[in-house]
C-alpha cells in the first residue's frame, strides 16, 4: 500500500513535466500565444523547451518548402486567344509571427496564394500573345519538317517572339513575390505546369494546320506539273531531232542514190544509146502504170507524151481488134 502511495508523486510530476515542456521538432516553428496574444519570439531551435500549463498555446508553423498547385483556368492573352493554364509554384515560411497574425493556419495561406497567384498570372498572360506563352525560350528554335524544304507561304512562318514562357514566369514570379512578403510567405518559384487551348482555339489552330498542309501539297503538286511539262517539252524536243536527223540522212541517202543512178544512166547511155532510150522508156511506163493505179482524174494536153502514148496504145489495141 505505501509502495502505491509513493508512485502517485511520480505520476503527479511526470504529469507536471508534460503540461510544462514541448519538444520543437527540425521541421517547425513555435509560436507561444496566451489568450490569443503572441508571447515571446517564434521558436526556430529543435529540442525540449518549457511554457506554462493550461495558459500558453503551441501554434506550431513548417519550416519545410511547402507545394501549391493551382487550379486550372481559362485565359486570354493580347491577341485574344484563350488558354486553359494550369501553374503550380514552391514556397515557404520566412516570417512566422508575420504569416501566424495575418493567416494563422496553411488553409488561410493557399487561399491567399490561390488569389495572388492567379491574379498576377491572368495579367501576365493578357500582355503577351500567344506564342511568347508557348515558346520556352527566345533563343529556341522552333523544329522544321525538312522533307517540306524552304517555302514562301506566309501561314507557315513563325514570327520571331521576344521573351519566351521563361520570362513570363519571371514576371509572375517578381510581380507576386512582394505581394506574398506582406504575410510573410516567401515565394521560392512558380512555372506553368500544363497550357491547353480552348475547344474553339483548338479548332482554329487544327484548321489552320490543314490549310498549311493543303498550301504546301498545291505547291508541290505545282512544282511536279512544271517538272512534267519540262520532261514532255524535252521529250518532245528530243524527237524532233531525232526525226529531223533521221530526215536528213534519208535525204542524203536518196540523194546519193539518185545520183548513181544518174551515173549509171550516164554510163549506160555512152555505152549502148538505145539501151538508155529502152530503159527510160520501160520506167516512163512503170511511172504511168503508178499513176493510172491511184483512184485519180487526169487532165491532159494534147501534146502530152501521156496523152500520146495513150492515144497510141488505143490505135493499136483497135488494129489488133480489127484483126
Not at 509502495?3 to 510530476?13: E, G, H
Request: hydrophobic share 35%.
Amino acid at each position: 500500500m505505501k509502495a502505491q502511495l509513493a508512485i502517485i508523486p511520480i505520476i503527479l510530476v511526470g504529469i507536471g513535466f508534460y503540461l510544462c515542456t514541448f519538444v520543437v521538432k527540425e521541421t517547425d516553428h513555435v509560436i507561444i500565444t496566451k489568450f490569443g496574444q503572441i508571447v515571446g519570439d517564434p521558436i526556430s531551435k529543435p529540442g525540449l523547451h518549457f511554457k506554462m500549463p493550461f495558459i500558453h498555446e503551441v501554434n506550431r508553423i513548417e519550416k519545410r518548402f511547402l507545394p501549391w498547385d493551382g487550379p486550372s483556368n481559362e485565359m486570354s492573352t493580347k491577341d485574344k486567344t484563350y488558354l486553359i493554364i494550369d501553374t503550380f509554384a514552391r514556397w515557404s515560411i520566412e516570417e512566422p509571427e508575420t504569416y501566424f497574425l495575418r493567416l494563422r493556419d496553411e488553409r488561410s495561406a493557399i487561399s491567399r496564394l490561390n488569389g495572388i497567384l492567379g491574379s498576377e498570372t491572368r495579367n501576365a498572360v493578357a500582355r503577351h500573345e500567344l506564342i511568347e506563352i508557348i515558346r520556352t525560350d527566345k533563343n529556341r528554335v522552333a523544329k522544321r519538317d525538312v522533307t517540306l524544304g524552304e517555302t514562301d507561304s506566309n501561314a507557315t512562318m513563325l514570327r520571331p517572339i521576344q521573351i519566351g514562357r521563361n520570362k513570363v514566369e519571371d514576371e509572375i514570379f517578381n510581380s507576386a513575390k512582394d505581394k506574398l512578403e506582406d504575410f510573410g510567405i516567401k515565394l521560392l518559384d512558380i512555372r506553368f505546369k500544363r497550357i491547353n487551348y480552348n475547344e474553339t482555339v483548338r479548332r482554329r489552330i487544327y484548321e489552320r494546320m490543314i490549310s498549311e498542309r493543303q498550301q504546301i501539297a498545291s505547291r508541290f503538286r505545282s512544282e511536279g506539273a512544271g517538272e512534267a511539262a519540262k520532261i514532255v517539252g524535252k521529250k518532245e524536243r528530243e524527237l524532233q531531232r531525232i526525226n529531223s536527223e533521221a530526215y536528213r540522212k534519208v535525204e542524203e541517202i536518196y540523194g546519193q542514190a539518185d545520183a548513181k543512178a544518174s551515173a549509171i544512166y550516164a554510163e549506160a547511155y555512152d555505152q549502148s544509146p538505145a539501151s538508155y532510150e529502152f530503159y527510160t522508156f520501160l520506167k516512163t511506163l512503170e511511172t504511168y502504170r503508178e499513176v493510172m493505179k491511184s483512184d485519180i482524174s487526169l487532165v491532159l494536153t494534147t501534146d502530152s507524151p501521156l496523152f500520146k502514148l495513150l492515144k497510141s496504145l488505143g490505135k493499136w489495141d483497135q488494129a489488133g481488134s480489127e484483126e
